[in-house]
């Protein structure tokens, strides 16, 4: 006669709550994973590199710095005269400050409301009007989705190529 039969019912409820305890967490993490995968894919698309240390994580997203690379090929940069700021991050910050204000100012002066929007939702009413191109439009969030994933560890590399979509942004 099999084992299972001969034990007890009350051991044979302990038997499946130990094992459900043991599966339940596993389980949960594959069900998470696969229902939001495609959001796990797009986000391990656009990550360059991943480093752990003792000071924490550390990502870089290269994929968007090839992109802007991309965007500028063929753009006439403006130039424009630098700022005397301490490091690149802070800016990097002034410029994106800068941008949205600009952004928030055409929309305002074309009768688009700009209040609690996103740069997203003003490039995507700005070019839906016809005000801006969809490539300036495509520039804007680049450049946006660059500035928002910089860090203070931000290399001259890539503060040059963002510098020079902001400066190719004529709005």
């Avoid at 099999?2 to 094992?19: G, P, V």
């Avoid at 450049?143 to 963002?162: C, G, K």
Wanted: charged share 20%; net charge negative.
């Amino acid at each position: 006669m099999n084992m299972f039969y001969q034990i007890t019912t009350e051991k044979k409820i302990q038997l499946i709550i130990d094992i459900l305890e043991v599966v339940t967490w596993p389980i949960t993490l594959l069900l998470l994973i696969i229902l939001f995968r495609k959001y796990f894919i797009s986000a391990l698309s656009r990550l360059g590199s991943l480093q752990a240390g003792a000071t924490g994580f550390t990502m870089t997203f290269d994929q968007k710095i090839t992109e802007a690379k991309q965007l500028l090929k063929g753009i006439q940069p403006k130039n424009s005269a630098k700022e005397n700021l301490s490091s690149h991050f802070s800016k990097l910050l002034e410029m994106k400050l800068e941008l949205n204000a600009k952004l928030v100012q055409l929309a305002t002066a074309n009768n688009v409301d700009a209040a609690n929007k996103s740069y997203v939702q003003l490039c995507d009413e700005l070019q839906e009007i016809g005000i801006i191109t969809i490539q300036k439009s495509t520039l804007i969030k680049t450049f946006f989705d660059l500035a928002n994933s910089a860090d203070t560890t931000l290399s001259e590399e890539n503060f040059n190529v963002t510098e020079e979509l902001f400066n190719s942004i004529h709005i």
